[in-house]
């Protein structure tokens, strides 16, 4: 039992680092109000669009308001509603995915065949569309990509539960009385969990993207709201004027997104080796 443990250490041991910039990063962002120097959302017009100085590491915006003091809570915006949206699509995907690949029948053909359509379009392209239907805020950006983002996760938890289905331990629990709903959450989903946490530490990165990037389109977070997608689409016009208005949210979201692809890139080669091998 020891030389196991012992082991497994070894085998989550590269890992390590890599969580600890990922937890650095969400401790900013579920701290973000103690950490502000300024509060974020106070305007000084008499120091509209001051350079970065002493008091103001990253200069102001054109209303007078600290930049790292909104780059800071504009984490929280956007990691919190990023996380969330990916928790909803990955959990929602793969319950259907797996009821779908255990069941099978019409409701299997019907889902399969919505989720061709989805993925069928170009996904940014569908969630402007679908941002702009639904009217700006960042709860209806999340809601537009939740529901372009659900078919991805259903597809890989469908062929996971179909491959699970055909073995003989599925067989055993079926003779043993067993029902549908048991097979489902004591045999399926476990086993589904791995690969489904894999793919979703993939997506945090692109799901920060495509979620600033809306509220860069304007179809996210509206203003006075600290959001980085949103604070670039406020300064762009500023880029020769003014740079670090718009140059310090968008190297908060190339950090973040590079944190965790690295996060999700190290777990799938500690959770998948043979798959990280192949695709090296």
């Not at 800071?72 to 995915?97: D, H, K, N, R, W």
Request: a positive charge.
């Amino acid at each position: 039992m020891m030389g196991l443990g012992s082991c497994r250490q070894k085998k989550y041991r590269p890992l390590l680092p890599y969580l600890a910039l990922g937890g650095a990063v969400m401790f900013v962002a579920v701290f973000a109000p103690w950490l502000t120097p300024f509060d974020p959302y106070t305007q000084d017009l008499e120091g509209a669009l001051a350079a970065p100085n002493g008091t103001n590491w990253l200069g102001t915006d054109r209303y007078g308001r600290d930049v790292l003091s909104r780059v800071i809570m504009g984490s929280q915006s956007t990691l919190c509603a990023s996380l969330l949206l990916l928790l909803t699509i990955s959990t929602v995907g793969s319950f259907i995915g797996a009821i779908c690949g255990y069941r099978g029948g019409r409701l299997d053909i019907f889902l399969m065949r919505l989720s061709d359509v989805f993925l069928a379009f170009p996904q940014m392209v569908f969630a402007i569309a679908a941002a702009g239907a639904l009217g700006g805020g960042l709860f209806n950006a999340a809601a537009a990509l939740a529901i372009i983002g659900w078919p991805k996760y259903a597809r890989i938890a469908r062929g996971l539960t179909l491959t699970i289905r055909a073995m003989p331990y599925m067989e055993a629990a079926r003779m043993a009385g067993t029902g549908a709903g048991g097979m489902l959450w004591h045999h399926v989903l476990p086993n589904i969990a791995g690969p489904v946490l894999v793919t979703a530490a993939l997506d945090i990165g692109t799901i920060i993207m495509e979620l600033a990037g809306l509220s860069f389109l304007g179809l996210g977070a509206m203003p006075p709201t600290a959001e980085w997608g949103a604070m670039m689409n406020n300064g762009r016009s500023m880029l020769q004027t003014a740079p670090w208005v718009i140059l310090a949210p968008g190297f908060a979201i190339f950090v973040t997104v590079a944190v965790f692809n690295l996060l999700g890139d190290k777990l799938r080669d500690v959770m998948d080796p043979k798959q990280a091998n192949f695709e090296k």
